[in-house]
């Protein structure tokens, strides 16, 4: 039995280590930690309820947009109000544009660098101006650093990387088409980030979200300006992210078998007007699909550095750290439905989607299983993961112009609201990698008590109260190390989750 210390995890948003046990070649049982602490649920006792849409945004820079919808949300019940159309639209086309960034920056920046040769840079002959640039300065960052003390640091994030070179694409050509789509895929980020900003103000941490909606009345020139963005970023979806993402299935079939996880949570996302959602809420655990029902929301803290009272259901949940606590080894508490770990993120969506028979979800499966040649339970793994983000941008980016279609140009995207002395409120919903809920409960029309359940705590939960591992901990077990002192092979995995450590977990310093 050898023990594997991944510490940290890079290319993922925060710190996260992962403590391997590989015996026979093989993960044997893994413990993943979440190593800091979050004190958002502290700063905002006391402050006016709507404090919270915008306190809560700056829990993380890359998914402000769903914190500051859920938390609306959150306000909204508490204040017993709901959004007109126009706010309902303009949410979804702000939040529309935040996946879309997300998504294309896990596969591009974070994720592909686990499988592209990025050191095939360095073998480029051809004309191509931005990849010439990049040789040139990874060169020159290689030579200048060459023998220092922040050698490691040369050409990042580009460099260093795990060293192996049957751990990459040989193809030098399908290297270079790999390195060439990261650099658009910055452009095209940019021009997402401009689509958020036009409803949202600003990005990240949008100002124009408010109780009730949004502080913003579209404009024509708003909807024309989104409508041609929106077309440039389809075809970089259709034409680059999903056929890299088919590459890369193709050269890494057997992740389409590592990183299992088989049981799924989703509250949906996405209003419509009938009131349902474009990714449909649902529950998919033991091949059997069921209707959700929060009630049934716990949160397990015997393995956490927390001293509150565990099993409390999200509204009544408290945030006591106590970071010296025995037995404790992460700091992301292990949120359970019905008892249950589930994961939670685009392949649960997907699943969800697909076993309820949404019809846009599963012609697009249908279509990728076909184009595979590939079984539905090859979903339930790492590259299903990769796979469902890229179909989700595509089923997007065809529901935008249906919004834009639907927006009454000039008119107010919100409802008038009043704080009442005493209420409280849940908000759920979908962020890019998953199910995100927050609870909000007023005393004297103030905050008394606010708590948020993020995807990377359900992902990334430690053993429960019963002993059970969490869904990435579970996913990991089976997996090949190759290498233990380079196991790229369950970095890929966790990647594969698309971890959130500053939204699971927080720093507040003694006088911060």
């Not at 419509?272 to 949160?299: H, M, N, R, V, W």
């Not at 949940?317 to 508490?333: F, V």
Request: proline residues 5%.
């Amino acid at each position: 039995m050898k023990k594997v210390l991944i510490d940290p995890i890079t290319r993922i948003e925060g710190h996260l280590s992962v403590e391997l046990e590989v015996e026979g070649g093989k993960v044997a049982a893994a413990h993943v930690r979440g190593d800091m602490f979050r004190g958002f649920e502290m700063i905002l006792r006391g402050r006016n309820p709507a404090d919270a849409i915008q306190i809560t945004q700056r829990i993380c820079g890359v998914c402000p947009i769903s914190h500051g919808i859920v938390s609306t949300r959150a306000v909204d019940s508490a204040l017993g109000i709901t959004t007109n159309s126009n706010g309902r639209l303009l949410r979804n086309l702000a939040l529309c544009a935040n996946y879309l960034q997300s998504h294309i920056l896990h596969f591009y920046h974070l994720a592909a660098p686990d499988y592209v040769d990025i050191t095939a840079v360095l073998k480029y002959s051809g004309n191509d101006e931005k990849i010439n640039y990049v040789k040139q300065w990874v060169q020159s960052e290689l030579e200048a650093k060459k023998g220092r003390k922040d050698a490691i640091t040369a050409a990042a994030p580009f460099l260093p990387r795990y060293e192996g070179k049957e751990f990459y694409i040989q193809d030098l050509d399908l290297n270079i088409a790999a390195i060439t789509h990261y650099l658009k895929a910055l452009e095209i980020r940019m021009k997402t980030h401009k689509m958020v900003a036009m409803f949202g103000g600003r990005v990240p941490h949008a100002i124009s979200f408010v109780p009730g909606g949004l502080a913003q009345v579209p404009s024509t020139e708003q909807v024309k300006e989104y409508r041609a963005l929106i077309s440039e970023i389809e075809d970089f979806v259709k034409n680059a992210y999903i056929p890299d993402v088919l590459a890369v299935a193709n050269a890494y079939s057997d992740y389409f078998s590592y990183g299992k996880f088989t049981d799924f949570l989703t509250y949906g996302e996405f209003d419509e007007q009938d009131g349902s959602f474009l990714f449909p809420q649902g529950i998919y655990a033991g091949e059997t699909g069921e209707s959700f029902d929060a009630s049934l929301i716990a949160e397990h803290v015997k393995h956490s550095r927390y001293k509150s009272s565990t099993g409390l259901h999200p509204s009544k949940g408290a945030t006591d750290p106590q970071p010296e606590k025995e037995g404790a080894y992460s700091w992301m508490k292990s949120p359970r439905y019905g008892g249950k770990p589930l994961e939670v993120g685009p392949l649960a969506r997907m699943v969800v989607g697909y076993t309820s028979g949404n019809p846009v979800i599963k012609n697009e499966i249908d279509s990728l299983l076909q184009s595979t040649g590939l079984g539905v339970d090859a979903l339930f793994s790492s590259l299903g993961r990769h796979a469902s983000r890229a179909l989700e941008c595509k089923i997007l980016c065809t529901k935008a112009y249906q919004w834009l279609d639907e927006i009454q140009i000039g008119a107010m995207a919100r409802s008038t609201y009043e704080i009442p002395q005493e209420s409280e409120g849940m908000g759920l919903g979908e962020a890019p990698r998953g199910a995100l809920g927050h609870w909000i409960a007023i005393k004297n029309g103030t905050i008394d008590n606010y708590q948020c359940v993020v995807p990377t705590t359900w992902n990334g939960a430690p053993r429960d109260d019963n002993g059970i591992a969490g869904p990435m901990e579970q996913s990991l077990i089976g997996t090949p190390v190759a290498d233990p002192d380079n196991p790229i092979e369950p970095a890929r995995i966790v990647r594969s989750f698309d971890p959130c450590i500053a939204c699971a977990v927080h720093v507040i310093g003694n006088s911060k």
